[in-house]
């Protein structure tokens, strides 16, 4: 089986930064782009970052100068380093990978459970 665990999430005034971690274990091949999504109350999930296996990155218009994506391929995580948090910043924010299983050749889609950020005064 394979796991996505994120963490880092927590309560944050506006302007300040928070780090978000998502470690992936199990039985990985290989992992190809990871990504962190957001979905705030009453709202759709929204892409926030990508990257892929390369280190390319996306990021969505919202977040561009102020949030950075990073990975570490050899431990399988990804981070999202999020600066100048506004209040429109708070989410439950979801990390998303696809990973090649061991003895598979398929690239299949993975999600962690979610870790809420709060940007509040």
């Known amino acids: 089986q394979v796991q996505l665990v994120e963490s880092g999430g927590g309560l944050v005034q506006p302007g300040g930064s928070l780090r978000l971690t998502c470690a992936a274990s199990?039985?990985?091949?290989?992992?190809?782009?990871m990504r962190w999504y957001r979905q705030a109350p009453g709202k759709q999930r929204e892409l926030v970052a990508i990257?892929?296996?390369?280190?390319?990155?996306n990021y969505a218009d919202s977040v561009k100068g102020r949030f950075t994506i990073a990975r570490d391929n050899a431990k399988n995580t990804v981070h999202l380093q999020m600066n100048s948090l506004k209040p429109e910043d708070t989410a439950v924010y979801y990390c998303?990978?696809?990973?090649?299983?061991?003895?598979?050749?398929?690239?299949?889609?993975?999600w962690g459970q979610g870790t809420q950020v709060t940007v509040s005064s």
């Open positions: 199990g039985s990985i091949r290989s992992t190809d782009r």
């Open positions: 998303n990978a696809d990973i090649v299983k061991l003895g598979t050749k398929d690239l299949e889609g993975y």
């Open positions: 990257i892929t296996s390369r280190g390319t990155t």
